[in-house]
């Protein structure tokens, strides 16, 4: 377990912040979708997957609960979001990390990020239909849609309570947990073009085995990096309840 870090205690303009319905939809490509797109201080976190290199990219929809100052009374925003991201390799530091391509983001708020922080933040209309089970701790129903010009989306997913994980490429599950779920420094071009970087922490998270019906990622699609036939087989599909996450701001200028 030692990729468990002690929290870093909040402070200043700190996010505290509960992420229900979460998911992350992964899908395995050839590392050649992402040339040019990561600056060479980085490389792509790839495994070995039926004998051939992949690189992962994840789509990860939920909606920000009770979104707040995890330091001062402040009023709590409510928020659907949806991040992109692919899993890479600090070659500074050695730290597993996360490139965002960008989030969508359904609230007023996004002015802060996208103009103040030169965030690739983008607006978008979420709306989230989930039934979830609470004695058979799955979901009975799970759907969001997002309607918007930078990353329209629509996914579907469902549980069954027989589902047993497996990670293709990993040797274990509980690596592939790791890998998937506990990039905690994120790194981007922000708006100016510039180098740009945050971190959050959370808990070990708790998140089950989900099943893919049916997907359709506009940005994916229009970016080359996975095609519509192609999401509709990832290469693992996990979801949790809710979970709750520190986000440590401002988000920072790599120089």
């Known amino acids: 377990m030692d990729y468990l870090h002690d929290k870093p205690v909040p402070k200043g303009i700190d996010i505290l912040c509960q992420l229900q319905h979460f998911a992350i939809i992964t899908y395995a490509v050839p590392p050649s979708r992402f040339d040019g797109l990561i600056p060479n201080?980085?490389?792509?976190?790839?495994?070995?997957?039926?004998?051939?290199?992949?690189?992962?990219?994840?789509?990860?929809?939920?909606?920000?609960?009770?979104?707040?100052?995890?330091?001062?009374?402040?009023?709590?925003?409510?928020?659907?979001?949806?991040?992109?991201?692919?899993?890479?390799?600090?070659?500074e530091t050695n730290e597993r990390c996360v490139w965002f391509l960008g989030t969508t983001l359904d609230s007023w708020t996004l002015a802060v990020p996208k103009y103040l922080w030169n965030l690739p933040w983008y607006s978008g209309d979420v709306?989230?239909?989930?039934?979830?089970?609470?004695?058979?701790?799955?979901?009975?129903?799970?759907?969001?849609?997002?309607?918007?010009?930078?990353?329209?989306?629509?996914?579907?997913?469902?549980?069954d309570i027989k589902s047993t994980l497996a990670l293709d490429g990993f040797p274990d599950n509980e690596t592939g947990l790791v890998y998937l779920t506990h990039p905690l420094a994120g790194f981007y071009h922000r708006r100016d073009g510039k180098l740009g970087t945050y971190r959050v922490w959370h808990k070990q998270l708790d998140?089950?085995?989900?099943?893919?019906?049916?997907?359709?990622?506009?940005?994916?699609?229009?970016?080359?990096?996975?095609?519509?036939?192609?999401?509709?087989?990832?290469?693992?599909?996990?979801v949790e309840p809710i979970n709750e996450f520190t986000i440590y701001l401002p988000p920072k200028l790599v120089k």
């Open 41 to 91: 201080r980085f490389k792509l976190d790839t495994l070995e997957i039926n004998g051939e290199e992949k690189a992962l990219i994840s789509v990860v929809p939920f909606i920000d609960v009770d979104f707040t100052s995890a330091v001062y009374p402040f009023p709590k925003f409510t928020m659907g979001q949806t991040n992109y991201r692919i899993y890479i390799l600090d070659s």
């Open 127 to 159: 709306k989230f239909e989930c039934d979830y089970d609470e004695s058979k701790n799955i979901y009975l129903k799970y759907k969001m849609s997002t309607q918007a010009d930078w990353a329209p989306a629509e996914v579907e997913l469902t549980q």
């Open 207 to 238: 998140v089950k085995v989900a099943q893919l019906k049916s997907a359709k990622f506009g940005l994916l699609t229009r970016m080359g990096l996975v095609t519509e036939e192609e999401q509709q087989v990832p290469h693992s599909v996990l």
